[in-house]
């Protein structure tokens, strides 16, 4: 199972554009890399998932250069309301998923 | 639509106590998941459901915890025994295949005094 790196924490401001990078460095080829969000006493909501390039919903981007070694989530002017935990996971072909500690996200005025 | 649902939401039990956890997943859903979180930590997982079958319950610590789905849609958690060490949030998920997104409840909260 590939293990994924991300930042323990980020800040940003209102109406920025916020990157995270997750390191997964030993992905299988099989391997998708899927993104959820959490919210304090809430369980964490799926946001996207990709295998290369770039894939776009109506929440975020997500890039994954063609070496697959990380990829980044992208979410476009963001507001007070995205503050939460992001984690970053990597899928293998058996569908399991191992969870870190995940990226927390503090959005300020 | 209806999310998955987990009751109850808090649960204080004294340590070697038995509990149980009930799980709601979304109607239709085949796939069911048990993950327990700690404070500051990702979600750990426990169990896994295909229908009415565990397919993998390789994340169960110890004989202590039991999970069953016996109609292959609520679930319940049960811990015998509980240990300080178990208090925790316990997380329900669901999903229409395995390699779909999961749908997950907002957790029990459990407390072992």
């Known amino acids: ?109 | 639509g209806a999310g998955v649902s987990q009751t109850p939401s808090n649960k204080v039990t004294e340590k070697g106590k038995y509990v149980e956890l009930r799980c709601d997943p979304i109607s239709g859903h085949t796939a069911l998941y048990w993950y327990r979180q700690s404070l500051g930590q990702g979600p750990e997982f426990l169990i896994y459901f295909q229908g009415t079958g565990a397919a993998d319950d390789s994340g169960l610590p110890n004989d202590r915890f039991f999970a069953v789905r016996p109609e292959g849609s609520v679930s319940t958690l049960k811990i015998q025994r509980t240990e300080r060490g178990d208090s925790a949030v316990y997380l329900c998920a669901s999903s229409s295949d395995r390699a779909s997104p999961l749908h997950f409840g907002n957790g029990t909260r459990l407390t072992v005094t």
Request: one cysteine or more.
């Open chain 1, 1 to 109: 199972l590939a293990k994924t790196t991300q930042p323990i924490s980020m800040d940003s401001y209102e109406g920025q554009e916020v990157n995270i990078t997750c390191s997964h460095n030993n992905i299988a080829t099989n391997d998708y890399i899927t993104w959820y969000q959490q919210f304090p006493s809430q369980g964490p909501r799926f946001i996207i998932q990709g295998y290369k390039t770039k894939v776009t919903n109506e929440v975020a981007s997500l890039f994954i250069p063609a070496d697959r070694k990380s990829s980044t989530l992208s979410l476009p002017r963001v507001s007070l309301s995205d503050t939460a935990v992001y984690y970053c996971l990597a899928m293998d072909s058996n569908y399991q998923l191992i969870w870190g500690a995940g990226t927390k996200l503090i959005i300020k005025p």
